[in-house]
């Protein structure tokens, strides 16, 4: 069994900045890939980025330019610097990993960002 776990979240007003931090425990027997996926009120839950262990990273278009990923290996911990955020970016972000075939999700961290 894998825990994940995020942390980071809250207010904060438009043109602000956040950073997210996510970490993978347990059963963990390689460096997993990790990523980030956010639902807002209303939507499904879509990608918003996601790290190799090598450090190779994609974005969704919505966030490109404004997130950045990246990743401790030593710590199994990925962290999300959401800059320039909009009201648009307000969701539950999740973090992910990937454990071999499997992948684990954390509880979620809730990011609100007022006009």
């Known amino acids: 069994q894998v825990q994940v776990v995020e942390s980071g979240g809250g207010l904060v007003q438009a043109g602000g900045s956040l950073r997210l931090s996510c970490t993978a425990s347990g059963s963990i027997f390689s460096i997993p890939i990790m990523g980030w996926y956010r639902q807002a009120p209303g939507k499904q839950r879509e990608f918003v980025a996601v790290?190799?262990?090598?450090?190779?990273?994609n974005y969704d278009g919505s966030v490109k330019g404004r997130f950045t990923i990246s990743r401790d290996n030593a710590r199994n911990t990925v962290y999300l610097q959401m800059n320039s955020l909009r009201p648009e970016d307000t969701a539950i972000y999740y973090c992910?990993?990937?454990?071999?075939?499997?992948?684990?999700w954390g509880q979620g961290t809730q990011v609100t960002v007022s006009a």
């Open positions: 992910n990993a990937r454990v071999g075939p499997t992948v684990y």
């Open positions: 790290i190799s262990p090598g450090g190779s990273t």
